[in-house]
């Protein structure tokens, strides 16, 4: 009896932990996830402003070169402009807009940073794209710093919580 | 060949806007093998020209020469075809913009027209555009085959020769096909291949894209793409040692300088310019001072009489006598 009760409260310990574990992580992989665009963003520019490159070869090359856990967003905006010649670079960088939001965690401002790279892209001659990098690479500077407060502040306050709240039920039930 | 030109004609429908493509598409083939443009301009009728006739796109997909029923490019369909164009970049082709027209893959150039911007340096770019022209490119292999005999001189030098023709009769075209005959030797009048430099000004004959020519230009030859045909032609004589050097539209005193340059290096020269006739090139003064000195030892005519690129004649530079029609009686 006694055994079963050790398992029990193992169980709903580690359960409870990992629950708050996996909450928690959700705020270091957003962060993560915003450097890795910061990255792509900044291959974007070499490309763009060194390269000179059109737009279809800059995002395959980035795919290519960029941290595959955010370039891939490159390649679906790729891949869509080639199937919808109608559309607009904007409506590719729309397509992404939930993958952003639910595979990689971002925020609804996170999001609209990146949109607004959508925005711009390809509009203008090199001299203000140049600029508008500048605008953007502070915008998610911005999104970085907040990212990494909150995740100091939350990651360890919910795996913290997860593994008291078993401790406590486990007394509870005991 | 038949089939290509509508395959050619098909190929460019890839950069315009899905609406006015699919329409496109459907026009009927005898159109798009001869369809030299297409024109569009914002809240304008689409027209397709060629053949020297003018055709409008009906809104259901068929051509009429009538302007009544024409489908209007609209604004959207300017945006969208652009797009295309510059593949969703235009700081990839600021270059081409300053010039007023882009180079597509297979050689089409599309010439657009809009509000210009100007900087410090000239125009910067173009914006608001209104207007784009894409000038289908045909390659025509082996329209020069018959006539190369009368510029030859085997086994390896040729006449240096002008070709002249008004607009749209075919003078890049039958250029670009006696450049590959010139490079690569024809072996039927035991005429070995000489090294050409070709500079190509306009992107017109060669069609670079993305730095490899899309058309034909035989296996010796060596082009300086986009560049000045006075820098040009001092550049390659200097530095790649051709034979023969080719150019297209021959106009200025700068361009004729350097076609004395060239002479002087003792490198044969073969061009183009604009024209009717020899009254017409004596009229105007920087070619009738070439045509007077009499550099050229042939001179090409070209005109529509039977189709775009009939060889009206072509004459002895020194005499004006015709060496075509000697031949023919």
Known sequence: MIILRIIGSLLIVTSSSLIGYIYGKKYSDRLNNILHMKNCVRLLETEIIYGANPIPEAFLNIYNKGNKK?????????????????????????????VLKEELLFKKEDVEVFLSLGRM???????????????IFMEIGNLEE????????????????????????????? | MDKNGTETFNSILEYISPELSKKLWKIPDYIKKNAEEIRLRKEKPLMIFGGGTEYFLMNEGSVSKKEKGALITTHEDLVRTFQLISRYSVYAFE??????????KGGHRVGIAGKTVYGAKGIESIRDISSLNMRIGREKKGISDNIMKFIIIPPDSIFNTLIV???????????????????????????RGLKVGLVDERSEIGGVYNGVAQNDLG?????????????????????????????????????????????????????TVHGKDIEDLLSKKSLSWIIEEK????????????????????VEGYSFNSVLNREKY
């Open chain 1, 70 to 98: 955010f370039s891939f967003i490159f390649k679906y905006i790729r891949d869509y402009l080639f199937q919808n010649k109608n559309a607009n670079l904007l409506d590719g960088f729309l397509s992404v807009e939930d």
């Open chain 2, 219 to 271: 296996i010796r030859t060596d082009i300086l793409d986009g560049c000045l045909k006075s820098d040009g032609i001092t550049i390659l004589i200097r530095a790649m040692s051709p034979q023969v050097v080719a150019t297209d539209e021959l106009g200025d005193y700068k361009d004729i300088n350097a076609v004395h340059e060239a002479l002087r290096a003792g490198v044969r020269l073969i061009s």
């Open chain 2, 95 to 104: 270059e081409e913009m300053r010039s007023g027209f882009i180079t597509l």
């Open chain 1, 121 to 135: 892209l390809g509009n203008s001659d090199r001299s203000d794209q140049e600029k508008n990098f500048k605008l």
């Open chain 2, 165 to 191: 023709s008004p607009p749209q009769c075919g003078k890049t075209t039958l250029l670009r096909d006696m450049i590959r005959n010139i490079s690569n030797g024809m072996e039927e009048y035991d005429f």
């Open chain 1, 146 to 174: 907040e990212a990494r407060e909150e995740k100091e502040k939350n990651e360890k306050v919910y795996k913290n919580l997860g593994l008291l709240f078993g401790v406590a039920l486990v007394i509870i039930l005991l």
């Open chain 2, 295 to 314: 550099i050229f030892e042939r001179i090409i005519f070209l005109d529509n009489s039977k189709g775009v690129g009939t060889v009206r004649d072509i």
